[in-house]
């Protein structure tokens, strides 16, 4: 047949036309003649593909995935349809999730380490155990703290804790057996600094959910929307609808670098690192003096004459403030001088970007000013995310549509024990030290030291080295990896020497080459487990996560492991811990909880929301509009708020108003005095700090994270590694960005290698010129330069930033200052 | 296994020295051997091991097939004009001339087999196919054509002599089919819009006139290894040929090369078309190429323009052996310089692709041009090609 | 039958390589083997720079030089207006590859991008040149189909296993559409500003032509003649002169 159809073509071939025609490029279109091989599909499995429900494990989203399996082989993933958040789409970290249950260099079981040695290059030796010997070993150490009295010195540290059925009970934990170290979370090494600063201004400290899709405008400050920002995913989302919608909104971005997101945005501006503080007020000072703040939320003068003028105070008793505190004396005291040029020497942005960005702001409703790590990352961090965050009060975006407002919790139900009827002697006495402040906690958050922090996970290593507040004996890690991810992280290598680790990561990190014990999770695939949402939109999501396949090897979920462990606990506590039995009984209980509060997808149950994978409830409950407060009654946003409703549920600062004039911080005017030089009497104020940069070097340090990054789960995915640094090109190592100038100055190629130095030592990196930054700037992504974490981790540059950083930190937040660090560069 | 003339009853007789050819022989084989040592990652790990790959299609192994392709070609042409024509002498040196463009047509062959993914499937996935519209497609029907025709030659010659009318037919046939293979290879890059270093109706005249150049360059160079750097020995027609009439046409062709290639590097350095000035300003700024241009070009220009040097078989040899690797350089930045800029890849390559060989792919190189020579020297006995009583 | 073809709106494109990501994961590539990709470019002087991103498909030409070029005919264009390749009639040249203006063919039969060598961890069977455990059980190498043996070229292939099996008569496939979902490219799929679409270009009223029209859709590398079936939506839809800014490259 197809020797039969060759002939006939060819004869019309011959027939038709010459042999020229024939071999030119748009020559006669001839029939196409069918492949010789079949044409029939073969699937290479006769297995059915089912499709199960969980939910992504890369950053904190929480985006609900389908999994799809054949043959219990996991093979795809793909953003959940029924998912509110994913709404059936994902990042490009999302897919990868296979790469993270199949890597060839997951740990198998439990092990026991050998090698009593520990450092960077040494051999762990690990001997497999079996779980109940491992669980045992564990249990026997703890035991024997408690009775030794010394049960504050096991601590469990953890990183992206999930929901109540990991995280969850950490705290439940540490009450029982006794510690103050139990849990310490990682924020103050992630993004402490915004929430301190909301916390101090509106009086919630947390992060914000936002109303995105119906703002007009958005002023973003640093925070990587294209790139890192969460929710990641439902971002992008959301970027697609608002550049497309009637009315399009106008978007500037201000960052220390050209990236994707201040590139796609309709304007750029490029900010001297750590000074959006200054830039944050001039905007203020632009929005006062021209009288384009929201009248009916902040207030606005009795006569309606706008009084604001440069240099000029004002009589505070002109002026009646709706929901802000303090505006007057923030004006007289501080805004009032704070114009577009003062603010264009600090920055290094010209006087009329300022003015022009502050103007757009201004007139444009709803606007919003968001805000991350990139302004505070540095010593004067919270400072700088006051002066921004004060513009959403400016503008009247706090619980508006269009703007911002907090995360609501789920509905769950009650656990089937409560932990103040199991606590012991041993455990009432330790609360009581720990109230009094007798036994303060290792990092020493909540002491004179860090007062207003939230956490100092960054202080553990440097302050057990030192011995001070104490020494640790025992350190579980869930989820985190601070020997490696620390500023300074070499403190960390030493430090961690003598201290007994228990790793519950499956995969052979950095924390792991450290460990005495390895009690591995199943990853995320292999997980029951529930994730409350990352604040989102403001109303309640509980998502959950369910098995993809049996676990492929002998591991256990964390939660379970925790329960296990302190079922080996002496005393009421085991008991405890027996009444809790494991995971899947906890999430039942919790699930009970939607029996009152169905879902608005009608989850209603334990095995409703195994089915979708999510519960949540719409809508948020709580408005503000044209200045008043209302709440959801059932139909609509109807019933007015009274202001000490406002004061109880939503701005709950001492004053129930926005405050320009912080009353928390005030009542740490001293440690504010003692540590910034600022006199007691304006402890309060929003006002500009400069920053002050560690490091010795003469060049700003900054180290973004990638949209292929976040938190760093494919530092041994070769497909994620391939595609990390696009706008460089990094396909096999993450480059330095660097101005071309700058380089040239120093003497160094496009490609060269370098050595980056601070005053804690040097690490290398290969270079890329890139004229979007900043001359006085190098950047580099955080995060690589692993000598761990698996067979592609390893051996590969950059090194690890996290080396040269110096460990200095936000005195307010306690932010780990990431990004303020000055270094040197020098060809190597 | 080899025959002797002795042994054709009534045939021409063998005369020529056996020495050389077994030197040749030798030299052959053992690097052939360290070819196969230095290629053989390839045998094991297949496209694993070798430089070329998806930023890089067409590295040293194509240029390896293309180059000893397109030099049996040029060869080829250049016996053919003595067969076709029967001029004196000159048709005494092409038998010769035949078994080495044979040798090297086999050695490409070969080069292109271990370059191929699944090199056997041509033989039946191609005919069966017929995508006529692929210069590709006709290249290797004319070149299939041509190593038939050479083959039957060369059979033909071990009973016959070069004189035979049947050898005559087929020396035709070889130079059509030869020309054929030529031009089409050139259309396989010149018919590329989207390579602009490549793309142009001049480049199969430009791969024709560096094939004259090196198929008299290998003439040269092989027949005074085979005469032991003397004419001496020769016949006088033979010596005629040997002295005046091949460099003196060797001189033309350089000179006509000579020119194409002014003019190829002149209209690149000054076109700003995307894609063509970028890869010549970096092939100009490179040493290789004023090696080729100097020592390769203008030196056998030199030598050949010099009436008392052209006959002399030693510089006849250098110069011949000069300009084999002037083309061979050109060749390797002709088809390596048509991708360096990288078709769309954006930051991932944000300059000029980075490739150079690795031992592997020289290995390759290797086994291509000593499997020529050792089919070069075995061919004297056994197509008995060598020199017969009375020439 | 329909022409299917697919349109990329680059103002709503936020260049996160989610796309690329799907196609790996759906079509079990090697790192480096991006048959879906995100091409970055930068241009300008500090502090006015501007970054520009590209996703790139396989633009299935209506004139693809690549069919024109292969001697076996291993690459082919379908009824539906796809291009694909036959693994067991590839010999492995690489011409179509040389042909290809926009880059898109690959031969993963080469040097890893990086090392180790995934494959080494997961060796081939069955003729593959690597079986993962999460390979996707969809295969068919007479249409470049899953994972490829040594020696032959791959490329993207608008995810023939989903489309082919798309109801008859639809005109484009809406991956918001629950009916529709399972039928649509990787890469259209997941992408979350909804920047990728794919319909049938043949009919005038299908939205994707809808989409050409209203935004003034355009093609990258006209010049060629290669006609793709991949429209770019939005106000810079120029591919970047290739300039190698810096000339001091190491």
Redesign the interface.
Known sequence: MNVLETLITRRRFLQASGAASALAAGGIGLRRLNPISESKAQRLSSGETVVTKNVCHQCPARCGIDVYTTDGRVHGIYGSMNSPIANGKLCPKGHLGTYILYDPDRYKGPMRRTNPNKGRDEDPQFEAISWEEALDIVAERLNGLRANNESHRFGILYGRGWGASCAGLLGTFGQLYGSPNIAIGHSSMCSDGSMVAKGLTDGNESYNAYDYKNVNYLLNFGAGFLEAFRPYNYLMQVWGHIRTKSPKTRVTAIDVHANATNAAADRKLLIRPGTDGAMALAIAHVILTEGLWDKEFVGDFRDGRNRFESGATIDGDDFNQRWVHGLETWWNEELKDRTPAWAEKITSIPARHISEVAREFGTTRPAMAIFERGPTAHSNGTWNGMAIHALNALVGSLFAEGGMFYQMGPSYGPLPVSAGDYMDEHAGRVQERIASGELPRIDMKGTNRWPLARNMMQEIGPNHLAGEPYKLDTVMFYLNNPIWTAPDSKVWEEAFKDIFVIETSPFPSESAKYADIILPDHTYLERLQDAPTYPFEGWPIATLRTPAVEPLYDTKVFGDTLIEIGKRIDGPMGEYYQALDNTENVLRHLAEGFRDDPGTNGVNDFESWKREGVWYRKPYHWRQRRGVFYEWDGEGYNRRMSPSEVREKLLRTPSGRFEFVSGKLEQHADYVEQEFGIPAERAGIIQWVAPEHPGGGDLYFSTPKTAMHAEGRGANIPHSISLMQPVMGGRRTVYLEIHPETARERGIRSGDRVRIRSELGEIEAYCRYFEGTRPDTVVLPMEHGHWAQGRWAEGRKPGHSGEITVNRSDRISGLASYYTTKVSVERA | MSVTAEQIPGGPRYSGNTMTATLMLAVGVIGLVIGLIAAWPKFIH?????????DM??GLPVVTYAFLALSSFGVSMVAGVGAVFRIEGWDRIAPRLFTLALGLSIGALAALALE????F??LW??P???????????M?AFWGAYVVFLVWLLLRLRQVDIRDNTVRMLSIAIVLTCVGALFTQG??YG?????PVWYGAATPLYYWVGSVVTGLGMALLFLNITHRFSHGGLAASKRRVMERHLPVIFLVALVGYAIVVVSRTTAGLWSSA??VQ?VYQYMVASPLFWFEILICLAVPIVFMSMAGLRGNPLIQTTAGALAIVGIFIARYEFIVGG?L????????????VEYSPNSVEWGMFLIGVFLAITVYAAGDRFFNTGPHRGD | MPKWGMVIDLDKCTGCQACTTACAMENNTLPGESWQDVLFYHEGKYPNTSIKWFPRPCMQCENPSCVHVCPTRATYKTDDGVVLIDWNKCIGCKYCMIACPYGVRFYADERPLLEPDIRQAFPGSDGQMWSPPFQNPESDWSKGIGIQPRGVVSKCTFCYHKISKAPAGVTDLDEDDPDLVEYVPACVRTCAPKARYFGDLDNPESKVNELIANKRGTRVFEHTGNKPQVYYLGEHGTVPKFDPQFDDQA
């Open positions: 297949g496209g694993a091991a070798l430089s070329q790959g998806s299609m067409w191929l993914g699944h090199a499937r041509t996935a191609i069966l196919n017929m995508q006529i519209r692929s210069p590709m497609l006709w290797g259309l396989v018919m590329m819009v989207m390579r995307e894609g970028i991708q800029v990288p078709l769309w890849k954006g930051s991932w390559i944000p300059a000029l």
